[in-house]
């Protein structure tokens, strides 16, 4: 299965990439956690990329697009994979569209998690995540079990440096400006699926894992012709 997750940064799309990745076996690729796990190694592609993250600034297409290129030549995407914060402009998506052509794949579904902006900016504000194993937290929503560490690995959490309030309110400009027409770009192709994403992150999942049920059981199928 492949998959695309659209959403604003805030939109619990993180959260239910790790979700489809663990329920359907196929790894998630976030161009965000790679970029961050660069710049905290200190690597050549950290230095490059360094600004642009910690100023709320989309890292430029080229070579966005480049590292998605490499990350999907490897063997652990041969059953899928769920693409997540990539892509996030129109030449992106082009990216992405030549990349799948050229290995003769096809996108199962794009799912776009829509969020009102309201949500999305409390959601930030009270965000944790785990520096180590990307695990997400909201503190009044999703507390960890023990306060201030990661239940998965005990490591103790922070507020992403791009979560404080100045570079959300960047953050969420860029979304709406370059990646909101994603949005239209993709509903041509009738692959896109509209899930609201306010509310439980296991009410939300659900609804996500239904509609990619049925995507996989392929048109003109219904649940009685599978009984
Ligand atoms: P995220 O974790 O997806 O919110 O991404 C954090 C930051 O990484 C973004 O604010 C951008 O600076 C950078 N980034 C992640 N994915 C992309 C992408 N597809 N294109 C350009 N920049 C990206």
């Known amino acids: 299965m492949r998959i ?3 959403g604003a940064p805030g939109s619990g799309k993180g959260t239910q990439a790790r979700l489809i990745q663990d329920h359907f076996g196929i790894p998630q690729i976030s161009t965000g956690d790679i ?3 660069a710049i905290a190694d200190g690597t050549p592609l950290g230095a490059e990329v360094e600004k642009y993250v910690s100023g709320g600034a989309l890292v430029p297409d080229s070579l966005t697009i480049r590292l998605v290129r490499e990350r999907l030549s490897h063997e652990d995407v041969r059953r899928g994979f769920v693409l997540d914060g990539f892509p996030r402009t129109i030449p992106q998506a082009k990216g992405i569209e030549e990349i799948l052509a050229e290995l003769g794949w ?16 409390s959601r930030l504000a009270l965000r944790r995540t785990c520096p180590a194993c990307g695990m ?8 960890p079990v023990s306060e201030g560490e990661c239940d998965e690995c005990k490591t103790a959490l922070e507020v992403r440096a791009d979560d404080s309030e100045d570079t959300v309110r960047k953050r969420l400009g860029v979304y709406l400006s370059q990646t909101t027409p994603l949005v239209e770009y993709f509903e041509r192709t009738s692959r896109l699926v509209n899930i609201d994403g306010a509310g439980r992150v296991e009410e939300i999942f659900d609804n996500i894992r239904l509609e990619l049920e049925e995507r996989a059981r392929g048109p003109g199928t219904s ?3 599978k009984a």
């Open 35 to 37: 970029f961050r796990k």
């Open 136 to 143: 997400m937290y909201h503190m009044e929503n999703r507390p």
């Open 106 to 121: 096809e996108l199962d579904a794009v799912v776009n998690i829509r969020v009102s902006e309201e949500v999305l900016v």
């Open 4 to 6: 695309i997750l659209l």
């Open 223 to 225: 649940i009685d012709d």
